[in-house]
């Protein structure tokens, strides 16, 4: 293949991810947009706080599965420990898997978690007589953004760590999620 097809295809599908990332923050947000107006305040904290959780795991995963080793993998693999197999898949593919988890997931998470931030300070601001929305919001993707890049760095050494269990974790799941499919 010739060095513009390569890179015609590198672009074509750095564009595919990016539109993606577009599409899947679009039809995400318009869900909890949805959601939001059905439920009470006192849902959307715990809301928030699990899309936060959410960023934070997929980021780890990501990064999990850049660091993990194939060598300890395929060990258990030949010892036919559950899901070793699968988890080989994860780290062959890493850059695939880093990629979709941490760039896509991840990022995506924590704009659902501004956007839900926004979302609860309006909803509560319903019932402050004076408040500055522009302070108000501000503060709110703050504090989005605080427990998300927090919570990332807090997990950090744990994911590189353990990484090759969270990658096994992983497989198991797909292991799972294969066995399903099959029958």
């Not at 693999?77 to 898949?89: D, F, I, K, L, N």
């Not at 593919?93 to 659902?112: E, I, K």
Request: charged fraction near 20%.
């Amino acid at each position: 293949m010739s060095r513009k097809k390569r890179e015609r295809g590198l672009y074509a599908g750095i564009f595919a991810f990016a539109l993606s990332a577009f599409v899947l923050s679009l039809l995400m947000n318009l869900a909890f947009e949805r959601l939001y107006e059905a439920i009470p305040p006192y849902f959307g904290v715990p809301l928030f706080l699990l899309v936060i959780a959410l960023g934070i795991a997929s980021d780890a995963v990501g990064l999990a599965a850049t660091r993990a080793r194939e060598e300890s993998l395929l060990s258990m693999a030949s010892r036919r420990v559950p899901g070793a197999r699968e988890a080989v898949w994860f780290v062959r593919n890493a850059p695939r898997v880093s990629s979709v988890f941490s760039d896509l997931a991840g990022d995506v998470a924590a704009t659902m978690a501004g956007a839900l931030a926004v979302a609860l300070v309006y909803r509560v601001g319903q019932y402050i007589p004076y408040i500055d929305w522009a302070v108000a919001t501000s503060v709110a993707v703050g504090i989005a953004s605080m427990l998300s890049v927090g919570g990332k760095a807090l997990f950090k050494p744990v994911t590189l760590k353990y990484a090759e269990s969270i990658i096994l974790i992983l497989g198991r799941i797909r292991q799972r999620i294969i066995r399903e499919r099959k029958g």
